[in-house]
């Protein structure tokens, strides 16, 4: 897997296509982000598409797709779906988006509520079952790796209790005001690769304008975001920063090479910022298990 990727969540119609062709093309990242849940798949399809017309190679680059929690129990409908939206006979990788499942119904198919506001959880979910189907898209072919997304060491040990394929990768919010260190060790410790998702954590000030990055920017004659970027990367795990400007993708991916000092430096940071996780979606309180979370 390419270490750095394109992230393509919230990117508004119109708007994603040229990013990843991009990325792609001009640029030269090989690794997008995409999910049945951004709703976008048809345009980073386009993308894709000119991309190649460019003469990008499918076998060059690395393509992600994740399951959203109300397909937990037709995952092969999911990736089909998103294979054709994607114009591709195959990707790279597959997610689980959630470590549970929701009930798709008539007041929304992606984050379904009941009718007292609660969110409708899938009392089903069976995280082996799941994983059975992930396995099995595996066997056909119509990936050539799967893992998961937002598991804890909860939910690893409990996957791992019954996998037959160990994921392969854990994408997981990770920035250095949440750097999860338990979680990354314990991952390491199985093979699995860690991919940071929201690496800029929504660009907060206590991040992006702390001593400790404004130095680190300086040393390496960068800013704070390539700082961010780079920290993963020189740490031995991927990143998919987002962005639909081009002029950012081109910028994002000048990533420096960040020495041990730098990195023990953005590793403690939390301890002076206190822990922060931006992306704790109420949908998913109480089904995540993380410490900090629920
Ligand atoms: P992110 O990449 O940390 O930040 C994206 C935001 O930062 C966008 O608003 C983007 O705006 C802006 N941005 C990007 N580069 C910038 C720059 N150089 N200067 C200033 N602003 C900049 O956050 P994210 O999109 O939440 O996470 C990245 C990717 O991870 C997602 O796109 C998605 O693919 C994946 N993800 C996965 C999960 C999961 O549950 N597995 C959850 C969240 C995200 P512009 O587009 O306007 O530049």
């Given at each position: 897997m390419p270490a750095l990727g394109l992230g393509t969540w919230k990117a508004d119609p119109g708007q994603v296509a040229a990013a990843v062709e991009h990325a792609l093309v001009?640029?030269?990242?090989r690794h997008i982000d995409g999910a049945?849940?951004?709703?976008n798949e048809k345009e980073v399809g386009q993308g894709l598409k000119r991309a190649f017309e460019a003469?990008?190679?499918?076998?060059d680059i690395f393509i992600t797709t994740k399951v959203w929690p109300t397909h937990h129990n037709r995952v092969e409908e999911s990736l089909d779906h998103s294979l054709k939206d994607l114009g591709l006979?195959?990707?790279?990788l597959v997610l689980v988006h959630w470590p549970f499942g929701m009930i798709p119904n008539k007041n929304h198919h992606l984050i379904p509520q009941n009718d007292d506001g609660t969110y409708n959880h899938d009392?089903?979910?069976d995280i082996h079952e799941n994983w059975r189907q992930f396995e099995a898209v595996y066997a056909k072919g119509k990936t050539k790796a799967i893992g998961v997304s937002n598991y804890s060491i909860p939910s690893l040990e409990k996957l791992l209790s019954q996998a037959k394929v160990v994921p392969v990768c854990n994408q997981i919010e990770l920035h250095p005001l949440l750097p999860q260190h338990d979680l990354v060790k314990y991952c390491e410790s199985k093979g699995i690769v860690i991919t940071a998702w929201s690496p800029l954590a929504l660009l907060d000030k206590r991040l992006h304008e702390s001593d400790v990055v404004k130095a680190i920017s300086k040393k390496h004659n960068t800013n704070s975001v390539i700082v961010c970027i780079s920290w993963h990367i020189s740490s031995g795990r991927a990143v998919i920063p987002k962005s639909v400007k081009l002029e950012r993708v081109e910028s994002n991916a000048q990533v420096v090479d960040l020495d041990k000092e730098d990195i023990a430096a953005l590793d403690n940071l939390w301890k002076t910022t206190g822990i922060v996780r931006t992306g704790a979606g109420a949908f998913a309180s109480g089904y995540v298990h993380f410490e900090d979370w629920d």
């Open positions: 001009k640029v030269g990242i049945y849940y951004y709703e003469g990008i190679k499918r076998e006979d195959y990707v790279d009392p089903s979910f």
